[in-house]
Nanobody
Framework: QVQLVESGGGLVQAGGSLRLSCAAS??????MGWFRQAPGKEREFVAT????????RNSDSVKGRFTISRDNAKNTVYLQMNSLKPEDTAVYYC?????????????????WGQGTQVTVSS
């Protein structure tokens, strides 16, 4: 059974940091990524990383603040979030891709986690 389980969300003050984790099980994945959805807004791409970790992509809104990484031995992908802003408040979703290459849109991923809430207070 394929599972993606996110953890690490919570409440943090503006300027603070959080690290999200996503533990994958059930199969091997190629690229993995993070998306987020704020209340009343569409889901948006945050970051993605290739299987080897050599290729990463970040959205413009998080460049220089968020870093995606992965540990294939642990089947886990991370999102280090620094200098958090109130506009980063959202449910963050982990996504995994079963096809070669990386993707920056939701349809490029095949499995999704349940999400973890990140709330940034001003």
């Amino acid at each position: 059974q394929v599972q993606l389980v996110e953890s690490g969300g919570g409440l943090v003050q503006a300027g603070g940091s959080l690290r999200l984790s996503c533990a994958a099980s059930g199969r091997t994945f190629y690229a993995m990524g993070w998306f987020r959805q704020a209340p009343g807004k569409e889901r948006e791409f945050v970051a993605t990383i290739s299987r080897t970790g050599e290729t990463t992509r970040n959205s413009d809104s998080v460049k220089g603040r968020f870093t995606i990484s992965r540990d294939n031995a642990k089947n886990t992908v991370y999102l280090q979030m620094n200098s958090l802003k109130p506009e980063d408040t959202a449910v963050y979703y982990c996504a995994a891709r079963t096809r070669l290459g990386v993707a920056v849109i939701g349809t490029g991923f095949d499995y999704w986690g349940q999400g973890t809430q990140v709330t940034v207070s001003s």
